[in-house]
């Protein structure tokens, strides 16, 4: 299952939030998930992890009949102070949803997948659940920032040791696992800061304002697509001659062995 947030690491999850790096990670969610979900007004969508409702309430923005859940109860009470009852919240593991199948036309992962012990099985929960687009966004475990910050020993903070971001290639490797070659899209944020390009006066990458896999955060808009596949089971039926006709216009035309 991974982490579930307490009152302490709520807290600490909260301070990163607020950070640069979260703040940018919410900048990114908003930029690019209505890209890679095209969302409709009025449709359902789920929130996969949802913790203090923070991305949900940018959801509702979006017009989106929201539904969030969360493996933490303190963190499912902290949304329904932001919420009130403009969303349905509801205690349960990204890895067993307690929903019907089909019953959402979207789900998300925002920052959720990095914090569970297996991704796939949480992706697999959400196909079932959901019947049009998956969008997850994630710290990326290959970007600059973040190799930096784990050659200084910068995450040793209790936080961050339950963090796994991860990596472009880990990404499609799961969702291939689950959902085979379904169509998908990704964007990334640009491997440099504005700053940093604005120093050296110009961009070192050209593709990296979208498609740069090594940029700090990774965003995936994945379509769900069903496969029928059928099995031709024998049918062991001898078929004997037409008898005659019995009452009612009805041949007997065979038996099953």
Same mark, same amino acid.
């Given at each position: 299952?991974?982490?579930?947030?307490?009152?302490?690491?709520?807290?600490?999850?909260?301070?990163?939030?607020?950070?640069?790096?979260?703040?940018?990670?919410?900048?990114?969610?908003?930029?690019?998930?209505?890209?890679?979900?095209?969302?409709?007004?009025?449709?359902?969508?789920?929130?996969?992890?949802?913790?203090?409702?923070?991305?949900?309430?940018?959801?509702?923005?979006?017009?989106?009949?929201?539904?969030?859940?969360?493996?933490?109860?303190?963190?499912?009470?902290?949304?329904?102070?932001?919420?009130?009852? #403009?969303?349905? !919240?509801? /205690?349960?593991?990204?890895?067993?949803?307690?929903? +019907?199948?089909?019953?959402?036309?979207?789900? @998300? =992962?925002?920052?959720?997948?990095?914090?569970?012990?297996?991704?796939?099985?949480?992706?697999?929960?959400?196909?079932?659940?959901?019947?049009?687009?998956?969008?997850?966004?994630?710290?990326?475990?290959?970007?600059?920032?973040?190799?930096?910050?784990?050659?200084?020993?910068?995450? #040793?903070?209790? !936080?961050? /040791?339950?963090?796994?971001?991860?990596?472009?290639? +880990?990404?499609?490797?799961?969702?291939?696992? @689950? =959902?085979?070659?379904?169509?998908?899209?990704?964007?990334?944020?640009?491997?440099?800061?504005?700053?940093?390009?604005?120093?050296?006066?110009?961009?070192?990458?050209?593709?990296?304002?979208?498609?740069?896999?090594?940029?700090?955060?990774?965003?995936?808009?994945?379509?769900?697509?069903?496969?029928?596949?059928?099995?031709?089971?024998?049918?062991?039926?001898?078929?004997?001659?037409?008898?005659?006709?019995?009452?009612?216009?009805?041949?007997?035309?065979?038996?099953?062995?």
């Amino acid at each position: 299952m991974g982490l579930i947030f307490d009152i302490h690491s709520a807290k600490r999850y909260e301070s990163w939030y607020l950070s640069d790096e979260g703040k940018s990670f919410h900048k990114f969610i908003e930029q690019y998930a209505p890209l890679l979900l095209d969302p409709h007004p009025g449709e359902k969508i789920l929130d996969i992890g949802c913790g203090s409702g923070r991305h949900l309430q940018f959801l509702s923005s979006l017009g989106m009949d929201i539904t969030g859940v969360d493996a933490s109860p303190y963190m499912i009470n902290k949304a329904k102070e932001r919420l009130g009852n #403009r969303s349905v !919240l509801k /205690t349960g593991s990204a890895e067993d949803l307690p929903f +019907e199948d089909n019953e959402f036309d979207l789900s @998300v =992962f925002m920052n959720t997948l990095e914090f569970l012990d297996d991704p796939s099985s949480a992706l697999r929960e959400a196909g079932r659940v959901t019947r049009r687009r998956i969008f997850i966004g994630v710290v990326n475990g290959f970007s600059w920032h973040r190799m930096k910050n784990q050659v200084l020993g910068l995450f #040793r903070r209790p !936080l961050v /040791t339950h963090m796994k971001p991860l990596n472009l290639w +880990e990404l499609q490797t799961h969702i291939t696992k @689950v =959902f085979g070659q379904v169509p998908m899209t990704w964007k990334s944020t640009p491997l440099f800061s504005p700053f940093f390009r604005r120093l050296i006066g110009f961009t070192p990458i050209r593709y990296q304002e979208a498609h740069c896999p090594f940029g700090p955060f990774l965003g995936i808009g994945l379509r769900i697509a069903y496969t029928l596949k059928t099995d031709n089971l024998p049918l062991k039926l001898k078929v004997n001659k037409a008898g005659q006709p019995v009452a009612g216009g009805i041949t007997s035309v065979g038996n099953l062995k």
